[in-house]
């Protein structure tokens, strides 16, 4: 359904028809997202992370999740794992820096929660976050919106 | 076009990561306009094609089904594809038999009328310029299809020896057929379906053969041939006719038989074992590396006469140097270039195609191997962003093939 949406506003965009992207790929509120499509939900100083709805929409089936060992570092902007799908690789960077304090193990056996629940069942990593700071170089909901369909558009 | 597909897949994704993005969305824009389009092409995008650069053309890479359903279905009941951007060729002349028999591997006199197969064109050094599925059909008619991305160079390669061959008096010409669209039809559907459209009784054309016939109203050529590892037809259409027939497959089929794209076109022919030029075999191995001894005609093993024909008859006697096999694994995928070790870990040669299977949901792959390291069982470690996995050794095809034979 979500991917239905995404090709008709993609095809809308190709015609220069301006369309609401309410309701295409879901970007939640409360959440935090970096430019190479990674989300990041705070509670205190721990962040658990994920690929959005728009990045696993474009990679398609995922067919396996590589992951940081609980202890490792990670920092802003790099890359800590991939996910592979039928079609591709892709690299998962951290919108933070910090220690992975877990990693959500289902993904070991259900990789495809990262395609059916993106945001809830689909988290991959948490990190306990040396600089909350980080935080304010991350875009809001509303300029990720814009950014994805900005994105599409160049297609 | 080395790694075509996977890097294509890659080009999509990694651009999600990517920190140049101005310098990839530029050279995107760059591509797209000199991009060609099928006569299927407004189809495409009707149908929610996702439309991505491939060799030099604009071709759907997936519509709304995934990847996985695509190739799920193609083989429950059955997909149609734009194969258009291949190049359809005819080669006509009461000589046009001994000439294309000094660019390929195959024994074309020996093929009956209205059959074919699949051969290798080879270079001096036995290596392969490209695959084809060519067909006899008559004693001066060869009707042949070549991959889009080896167009110029295969052409250029037919002219400058043709130019030669009519120079010494041979009879020999050659038409490039522009004027029509290729569409695949696939799957256990494909007959059924198709037998609704045409008079002719299909169930007496078998795998590897050919004829023309009247399709929906359109001279059509009709190989039972494909690239899926199913029974299935090619079907050459007149290209002003091309989207009145795919509409009427998809109609007949009432809907089972889906629209199916590049994505999985390559997920069906990995798991077929099939190879891809430019992947699993390259201007540097020759057809009896990539497993293609068969394709060697008997009479070809006596006479030679085609181009490298002294190294491939050799590599036939003493066995080549390194052979494509099959693999199953554990950890990510494999793909293109990742590395096989020994369980030594010494290298012991390199990944050419690998995924995820749709079908068996497990991990498939085919590479090169050294000669002694290529039965099925032997053990070897398959080395992805630096660690090494489990592989095994295994037989291709991975999902049993279904070609319509003569039982």
Request: charged fraction near 25%; aromatic fraction near 8%; include cysteine.
């Amino acid at each position: 359904m979500a991917s239905r949406l995404l090709l008709a506003s993609r095809a809308a965009s190709y015609l220069r028809i301006s369309v609401s992207h309410r309701g295409f790929a879901t970007v939640l509120k409360d959440l935090k997202y970096l430019d190479s499509h990674e989300w990041v939900k705070v509670d205190g100083n721990s962040a658990t992370v994920g690929i959005t709805d728009h990045a696993q929409d474009h990679l398609g089936d995922v067919v396996y999740v590589e992951m940081p060992e609980v202890g490792a570092s990670v920092t802003q902007g790099q890359s800590f794992g991939a996910v592979e799908s039928v079609k591709a690789t892709s690299d998962v960077n951290s919108p933070v820096s910090g220690k992975v304090v877990e990693i959500n193990e289902k993904l070991e056996s259900s990789p495809a929660l990262v395609n059916s629940s993106p945001y809830e069942n689909g988290w991959m990593i948490k990190v306990e976050m040396s600089d909350s700071g980080e935080l304010n170089k991350l875009m809001g909901s509303d300029q990720y919106s814009k950014f994805c369909e900005e994105e599409d558009s160049k297609h | 076009m080395r790694g075509s597909l996977w890097q294509l897949g890659q080009s999509i994704t990694r651009r999600l990561a990517s920190g140049d993005k101005k310098a990839v969305a530029h050279r995107y824009f760059a591509t797209e306009a000199e991009l060609k389009k099928t006569a299927l092409y407004d189809f495409h995008v009707a149908n929610g094609g996702k439309m991505v650069p491939f060799a030099g053309w604009s071709m759907p890479i997936q519509y709304k089904d995934s990847i996985m359903d695509s190739t799920l279905n193609c083989r429950e009941n059955g997909s149609l594809f734009d194969v258009s951007h291949m190049c359809g060729l005819s080669l006509k002349g009461k000589d046009a038999i001994p000439f294309l028999e000094k660019l390929v591997i195959a024994d074309v006199a020996g093929l009956a009328p209205g059959t074919g197969t699949l051969t290798v064109f080879t270079n001096e050094k036995g290596g392969a310029i490209d695959d084809s599925v060519i067909t006899k059909v008559k004693d001066d008619h060869i009707y042949l299809v070549v991959n889009a991305g080896c167009r110029d160079k295969d052409l250029a390669h037919i002219e400058a020896h043709m130019k030669a061959f009519k120079a010494k008096g041979g009879d020999v010409s050659w038409h490039i057929h522009d004027e029509r669209s290729l569409l695949a039809l696939q799957g256990p559907l494909a007959a059924p379906v198709l037998q609704h459209l045409t008079k002719e009784d299909l169930s007496k054309l078998y795998f590897g053969e050919f004829c023309m016939l009247d399709i929906h109203g359109s001279h059509c050529f009709l190989t039972r041939t494909g690239y899926t590892g199913e029974d299935g037809f090619e079907i050459s259409v007149p290209s002003e006719k091309a989207l009145d027939l795919a509409k009427a497959i998809l109609e007949k089929s009432e809907g089972k038989i889906r629209l199916t794209g590049l994505g999985a076109r390559d997920s069906l022919r990995l798991e077929a074992g099939l190879c891809l030029y430019g992947n699993d075999m390259e201007q540097h191995t020759t057809p009896i590396e990539a497993g293609l001894t068969w394709a060697v005609g008997k009479r070809r093993r006596a006479e030679g006469g085609f181009l490298g024909a002294e190294v491939i008859l050799k590599q036939i006697q003493e066995g080549p140097p390194i052979r494509r096999v099959g693999f199953f694994s554990t950890g990510p995928p494999p793909r293109s270039h990742s590395e096989i070790q020994d369980e030594q870990g010494n290298n012991i040669g390199e990944v050419t195609s690998g995924g995820f299977s749709p079908c068996l949901k497990k991990n498939i792959a085919m590479g090169y191997v050294k000669s002694g390291l290529h039965k099925a069982g032997t053990n070897v470690k398959i080395v992805i962003r630096g660690k090494p996995n489990e592989g095994v050794v295994t037989k291709m095809p991975f999902v049993p093939t279904k070609y319509y034979k003569p039982s």
